[in-house]
């Protein structure tokens, strides 16, 4: 059975790396994700002044409560959503004038509900081109605190920034949620800063935080769930195919590991242990219509398994995905078009008919990891699959191809080839 060693959370990474940056005193990271984002986020905390030391299986975080330790820094977040949108939310806590920019991709991806409800909190932000995306200037002079109201429906990762954030006031923080997607992503958040001596208190949709900072700790980071559900998908649409995924357990902060769920739905066995995952593909893939709000970064692995399904698979209530690196929706509907797979799409859904098999061509990948990443487990069954941009899958995998080649070459060889 095979058994794949799955890098850990970007998610996690990305908010371990702002809570031991904030922190009193030295936090070590245990594992921590090295991929093009996080090294981002890393970088992103030296331009600030932070100290960040890495070795290959940990880097340790000095933490400064009061915020940079430089009065004025210029920050390129790369294309990473985490570090354009949580590294502000850190530097307004200082005392400096911070630039921020990013890649032409991330500039496209929205930050207003954000940035509107840092401004609401007298934070001094200002879009130095289009309103509402990078590039923008902080003039940090600390965060007093208060009440604010904001919208997440695009992105959960607002929330997460303001929450971050609300033990680094003065007075605490009451947020008032209008609208809220992904929202187990957000329960990360909160169990992670829980973890470094913080509280937040949730009542309905405000959640209130109090003043009083974060302290050091030697913090695991886990496996990525939403990387392990291409390992997933690729032992469900096999026949007899296995997979295990150790670190991913019952006890796992990521919602993404629900994924097993539709899985489970649509035929595979699958056992979830304490600490460990495993799907076994048994011949069977069903059709279903799964709302996917809350694991939406998965929605392009179960897109790009629909086709071997024995029914339509319609996914609902994933209108988020829109805004993602990409237009995550659009992008696999056009690509399974390709395929030559009957698709239609609607404002927040996407439905994919199977029928006839579906036929090699290229990818497009728009750039993003994750199409990449999910049509890779279609090439199982797909021979002659190919991609335009292969090497995007940097972002949060770097070694993926190599890594799904060998898992591939495994499942073939358990099956007797």
Known sequence: MPAVDIPGSKSITARALFLAAAADGVTTLVRPLRSDDTEGFAEGLTRLGYRVGRTPDAWQVDGRPHGPA????????????????????????????????????MRRRPLLPLTRALRDLGVDLRHEETEGHHPLTVRAAGVAGGEVTLDAGQ???YLTALLLLGPLTREGLRIRVTDLVSAPYVEITIAMMRAFGARVDRE??????????YRATTYPIEPDA?????????????PGGQVTVPGLGRGALQGDLGFVDVLRRMGADVTVGADATTVRGTGELRGLTVAMRDISDTMPTLAAIAPFASGPVRIEDV????????????????????????????????EIRPGTPPTPAEITSYGDHRIVMSFAVTGLRVPGISFDDPDCVRKTFPGFHKAFAEFAAELRSGLGG
Do not use: M
């Open 70 to 105: 430089v009065p004025e820094a210029d920050v390129y977040c790369r294309d990473g959503a985490t570090t354009a949108r949580f590294l502000p939310a850190l530097a307004a806590t200082g005392h400096g004038t911070y630039r921020f920019d990013a890649s032409p991709q």
């Open 204 to 213: 309905g949709d405000v959640f209130r935080v109090p003043p009083g900072g």
């Open 226 to 238: 939403s990387t392990a559900s291409y390992f997933f998908a690729a032992a469900a649409v096999t």
């Open 319 to 350: 209108a988020n995905t829109r805004v993602k690196e990409c237009d995550r929706l659009e992008a696999c509907a056009h690509n399974l078009r390709r395929l030559g797979v009957d698709v239609a799409t609607g404002p927040d859904w996407i």
């Open 155 to 157: 992105s959960s990762q």
